[in-house]
């Protein structure tokens, strides 16, 4: 009798899959909580991440928690949706990629509604990919490098500066 059962290799291969797809919930639900603390960053990013965005690059820890909490400060509220998550797991186990489809939905705050005048598009809509590299840590997988790729969008981002 055969079984149809995972081997325990198909069984850690499934369950490292998992725990990299919800590190990426893990970030998306913090960006849209506004909640940009270093220790929240943490449970999902390495020491000495480094992230490439359109809205800038930044390395370490504390230094993409800024940048995020300037670029996502910059509106009322967000949602970010990712899609079509793409894991491919290094043969020793230690390192991972992983890629995705992103819809990430902006609102503008109030203000700039009202500096922009009447008829302006409260929403600033991006579509785009996720490319990065996570390394197996004793708290589970981080994300080491992220790189944002806009592929199109849609209204009018807000100024910068």
Known sequence: MTSDLPDSSELRAALDQRAVTDAISRMFHSFDAHDHSEETAARF???NVRVTTPVGT???LAEVTRLNAEALGRFAGTQHQATDVLVELAPDGATATAAWNALMTHVHHDSTL???GPGADP???V???WHC???R???GWRFHTLTVERVWSRG???TLG
Do not use: I, K, S, Y
């Open 133 to 135: 590299e996570l390394v």
């Open 137 to 139: 840590t004793a708290h």
């Open 123 to 125: 929403l600033f809509v």
């Open 127 to 129: 579509g785009g990919r």
């Open 45 to 47: 990013l390495t020491e």
């Open 58 to 60: 930044a390395e370490g």
């Open 156 to 158: 009018e981002p807000p």
């Open 114 to 116: 009202r500096q922009r």
